[in-house]
């Protein structure tokens, strides 16, 4: 018998994961099969054999009763009557291998979640690929239509999906959450894993859920700042019905009615202000964080006059990831140029446009805007606030070259909160691009 690990797995043509437990339930089964036969000739092809921690044994456990392995890829599995043969490639001994009279070839598949929406894209691709056609050709792709959930969101009724089709959210802040606010994933439905890893998983999904209902019962929020009362409020009689607020919430927190007016849901919000930042009549606030907060700190600072101690530049700052990295910097005792002032936002998302020219109109020469770095990997603590962030700074920037002002005195900056020792670097070449473009024209315009 052969075993071939990985048969389509670890494949960016079909599953570019690793699914966890392909690599013990082969040895368990060859470990089996020499219990009933210690005579039969038992091969596995592998990649990598993964056994972490105490499943090392395993892996040994195998070697001792004689199962042989084969480190390479599989060319060809062909038939001949009731006999089977493959013929593999071994990269340790740089040669080919043939393995003939074989009764059976055992295949370990890896794991596909249910909803698996990036299979369908992926076919989506290929299929435009045949017909010669691009992507957008191709298309939208198929979405889930036998949702279990049947989830009342604008957004769909099933749970939002990462690269690989796994429900997930962010991983450090919010562990177990799904990116629909109170929906806890637990197991091989959040991503693959062994039957151990699945328990702890569950157990810790379920702590966050009894968090979850401890705290609404309380009226405090579940997401993310701990005892925070504050639930967006809005000024509906500037309302125009843009739709921008509940287009661009990341968690589905606003509902529209018949009218198009904004119908907020508390219960799925997470405070990270992307709504605020959205409105373009400003109508949405917080208690504790608002348009009018930030700007009253951004016209409180002092700008010296034109040519002492220039220029005078204003980092807005993710709290989440790049403003610990700021602080991590100071920990570190690294310098950063002194002519920086930094206000941290609760998301790079919630940046509002207005802030930008107050700033201007302020006379500081510039703006750097710190965000967490997004993509399928993302590192954005709220999904897209730092793709929200370039696409308003880049109508900035058109907005700037129209009015003869450098677009380079707005930059953007993705940071993880490992980077703080990028920060010193990144500010000192600002400043050195402000000092080369010239002081503000626009100051107390």
């Known amino acids: 018998m052969a075993f071939i690990q990985c048969a389509g797995s670890r494949d960016e043509e079909h599953l570019p994961y690793c699914s966890a437990v392909c690599c013990r339930a082969s040895l368990k089964q060859s470990l089996y ?71 059976l070839i055992v295949l370990a598949t890896g794991l596909v979640p249910n909803a698996a929406v990036w299979l369908e894209e992926l076919t ?9 056609e691009d992507e957008e050709g191709a298309g939208e792709p198929p979405k889930v239509d036998n949702s279990i959930l049947k989830l009342a969101y604008r957004q769909g009724p099933d749970l939002p999906n990462l690269k690989y089709g796994f429900p997930d959210s962010h991983f450090i802040c919010f562990p177990y959450e799904t990116r629909r606010t109170g929906i806890y994933a637990a197991g091989t439905v959040r991503r693959p894993m062994t039957m151990t890893e699945a328990a702890e998983d569950a157990t810790g999904a379920a702590m966050k859920a009894i968090q979850a209902v401890e705290a609404v019962s309380t009226g405090k929020a579940v997401h993310p700042r701990a005892g925070d009362l504050s639930q967006p409020e809005f000024f509906m009689q500037r309302c125009t019905q843009c739709k921008r607020c509940t287009e661009e919430c990341p968690f589905g927190a606003i509902n529209e009615d018949n009218e198009a007016n904004p119908l907020p849901n508390p219960t799925r919000c997470r405070r990270c202000g992307v709504c ?19 700007g009253s700190m951004i016209k409180a600072i002092e700008v010296p006059e034109e040519f002492d101690e220039k220029p005078r530049a204003l980092a807005l700052v993710c709290e989440n990831d790049a403003y610990p990295a700021l602080d991590m910097t100071g920990f570190r005792r690294l310098e950063y140029n002194p002519w920086v002032r930094v206000i941290p936002l609760r998301c790079l998302g919630s940046l509002n446009l207005v802030w930008i020219a107050d700033a201007l109109a302020k006379g500081i020469d510039g703006i750097i805007l710190f965000s967490c770095k997004p993509g399928d990997d993302y590192q954005c603590h709220f999904i897209k606030g730092s793709e929200l962030a370039e696409t308003r700074m880049s109508k900035i920037a ?33 400043l050195e691009t402000l000092d080369a473009v010239g002081p503000n024209p626009y100051k107390d315009f």
């Open 124 to 132: 989506v691709e290929e299929e435009a690929k045949e017909a010669g």
């Open 276 to 294: 605020m930042g959205a409105c373009p009549e400003r109508i949405i606030s917080f208690k504790n964080y608002s348009v009018d907060m930030i």
């Open 398 to 430: 058109e907005t700037l070259d129209r009015l003869v002002l450098e677009s380079d005195r707005v930059r953007v900056e993705q940071i993880a909160i490992t980077d703080y020792e990028r920060i010193p670097e990144i500010l000192d070449n600002f």
């Open 33 to 103: 099969l020499k219990e009933q036969n210690p005579e039969m000739a038992i091969y596995v092809i592998y990649k990598d054999i993964r056994t972490p921690g105490q499943d090392e044994e395993l892996y040994r456990q195998a070697q001792r009763a004689g199962v042989l392995f084969i480190r390479g890829e599989v060319e060809e599995v062909s038939a001949e009557g009731d006999q089977l043969s493959i013929l593999a490639e071994d990269v340790m001994l740089q040669d080919k291998v043939s393995l003939e009279e074989l009764d």
